[in-house]
């Protein structure tokens, strides 16, 4: 069973920028497709981005595109989320996922199709 745990969230001011973890264990990480999520109080968790086994594809939801980047480093099973020109629409619990199937690009922007998640990470951004 894989166990996803995401580290450096906080609090920081609009424009700033916050550089989100999330250490994976119990799996076979570089065949994990590797994903973030967020979730705002009474919305629905929605995509932010995702990238591939090898870290050859990445995908961004549009709200986030030029500002965030995803990144991985299979040697440390580690996969990255360095967030940059923070905006208060950022505020979320921001959740890290992994997906396990055969191909190594299918990474849906849908949450249920995920297979592992974390416990979640706090990003608050004040205007």
């Known amino acids: 069973q894989v166990q996803l745990v995401e580290s450096g969230g906080g609090l920081v001011q609009a424009g700033g920028s916050l550089r989100l973890s999330c250490a994976a264990s119990?799996?076979?990480?570089?065949?994990?497709?590797m994903g973030w999520f967020r979730q705002a109080p009474g919305k629905e968790r929605e995509f932010v981005a995702a990238?591939?086994?090898?870290?050859?594809?990445?995908y961004y939801a549009d709200s986030v595109k030029g500002r965030f980047t995803i990144s991985r480093d299979n040697a440390k099973n580690t996969v990255y989320l360095q967030m940059n020109s923070l905006k208060p629409g950022d505020t979320a619990g921001y959740y890290c996922?992994?997906?396990?199937?055969?191909?190594?690009?299918?990474?849906?922007?849908?949450?249920?199709?995920?297979?592992?998640w974390g416990q979640g990470t706090q990003v608050t951004v004040s205007s």
């Open positions: 996922t992994g997906i396990s199937t055969g191909s190594p690009v299918f990474l849906p922007q849908t949450a249920y199709e995920w297979n592992y």
């Open positions: 119990g799996g076979t990480f570089s065949r994990l497709g």
């Open positions: 990238i591939s086994w090898d870290g050859g594809a990445t």
